[in-house]
């Protein structure tokens, strides 16, 4: 395969911060972030909806 050196990542970043801007690329990364936490969430419950149910069975 071919590798990418620390040059060659400079250029592609540059090139990519003038093509979209700071504020787009900001925009984005957010939005991804987004994306992946929401994905997160989806896969199983959260360890705050799990423990609910146990608590309230020793209420009883």
């Known amino acids: 395969m071919f590798k990418l ?3 060659e990542l400079i250029i592609i970043l540059v090139i990519v911060i003038l093509l ?3 504020g787009r690329i900001g925009k984005i990364a957010g939005e991804l972030g987004r994306g992946i936490k929401n994905f997160r969430d989806g896969l199983g419950p ?3 909806q799990a423990e609910q149910p146990e608590n309230s069975e020793e209420k009883k």
Do not use: N
């Open 5 to 7: 050196g620390t040059t």
């Open 20 to 22: 979209f801007g700071p």
């Open 46 to 48: 959260k360890e705050d």
